[in-house]
């Protein structure tokens, strides 16, 4: 009778983990890509257009050219003078391991580099990873010239997601751990 009993609880449980993933996922699916006049706007701009949860990067890390590019943008906006060279982290957070600071799925980073820490927390964000060096993150949003440049420096980002990291988090908790 209570092996009944967990299994039920099991099974309940993975529909509904399954029914919350898929959900999520279609919301995000139908999340219209940025169009070209979307990715020569100012991410400030963008940020204001677009709902809270609907902003997803068009590009992918496996794509070769736009991680280059990504990774000249990297260093050229100086995000390695924090992060580090290839973003395993200094005097701030490394961007290459399972810890999120605030999540890692690309509407919250997007949002945490345009507005910077303290007025990300001001929207109602909160913290939900710790790390031993945290510094607040300055606002960049005024500074990065392009939602463009912003996208393909997260492609490069997420390009050195380390292989010793736990992998279900390479794109911020796990819809089932949240």
């Not at 000249?72 to 810890?99: A, E």
């Not at 999120?100 to 980073?109: E, F, H, L």
């Not at 303290?118 to 607040?136: F, I, M, S």
């Not at 392009?146 to 997260?154: A, E």
């Amino acid at each position: 009778m209570v092996l009944k009993r967990i299994l039920f609880f099991v099974v309940v449980g993975l529909a509904s983990a399954a029914t919350t993933y898929t959900l999520r996922t279609a919301i995000a699916a139908d999340s219209p890509a940025p169009s070209a006049a979307d990715l020569a706007m100012k991410p400030t701009d963008y940020i204001t257009k677009v709902p809270k949860g609907q902003i997803k990067n068009p590009y992918k890390e496996s794509q070769a050219d736009i991680v280059a590019q990504g990774e000249h943008l990297f260093l050229s906006y100086g995000c390695n003078g924090c992060h580090g060279g290839g973003g395993g982290g200094g005097m701030c957070p490394p961007l290459t391991n399972d810890v999120w600071v605030y999540d890692g799925d690309d509407d919250t980073i997007f949002r945490l580099v345009t507005l910077g820490s303290d007025a990300l927390q001001a929207q109602g964000y909160t913290r939900k990873g710790r790390e031993n060096v945290v510094g607040p993150m300055p606002p960049f949003g005024q500074i990065v010239k392009s939602t463009d440049d912003l996208f393909k420096i997260f492609a490069f980002v997420r390009s050195k997601y380390s292989a010793s990291a736990d992998q279900a988090y390479k794109y911020g908790t796990p819809d089932n751990l949240k």
